[in-house]
């Protein structure tokens, strides 16, 4: 099992900016693929970003020229910089860990809220 917890989500308004974090403990195989994804009210859940450990990203086409993902290896932590923020932005975004060799095995954290203001 892996446990993946999730912060840095909130309200700001339009053009602001926030820092995703998520922390992934417990049985951690260390080559795998971190990422964020994020679903709306009436929406599918879509990726935002992935990254695997061998530092490799992936971005939506959302995401581009916006956003920036990152990671720590040593801390097992996803970090995920969101600038200029646009109300189309508001969502609950997903912390994702999935195992780079059986992606089958895939975890998901709780979901932080992010609200984007006009």
């Known amino acids: 099992q892996v446990q993946l917890v999730e912060s840095g989500g909130g309200l700001v308004q339009a053009g602001g900016s926030l820092r995703l974090s998520c922390v992934a403990s417990?049985?951690?195989?260390?080559?795998?693929?971190m990422g964020w994804y994020r679903q709306a009210p009436g929406s599918q859940r879509e990726l935002v970003a992935s990254?695997?450990?061998?530092?490799?990203?992936n971005y939506g086409d959302s995401a581009k020229g916006r956003f920036t993902i990152s990671r720590d290896n040593a801390k097992n932590t996803v970090y995920l910089q969101m600038n200029s923020l646009k109300p189309e932005d508001t969502a609950v975004y997903y912390c994702?860990?999935?195992?780079?060799?059986?992606?089958?095995?895939?975890?998901w954290g709780q979901g932080t809220q992010v609200t984007v203001s006009s």
């Open positions: 417990g049985n951690i195989f260390n080559i795998n693929i």
């Open positions: 990254i695997t450990s061998g530092f490799a990203s």
């Open positions: 994702n860990w999935k195992n780079r060799f059986n992606t089958r095995q895939e975890y």
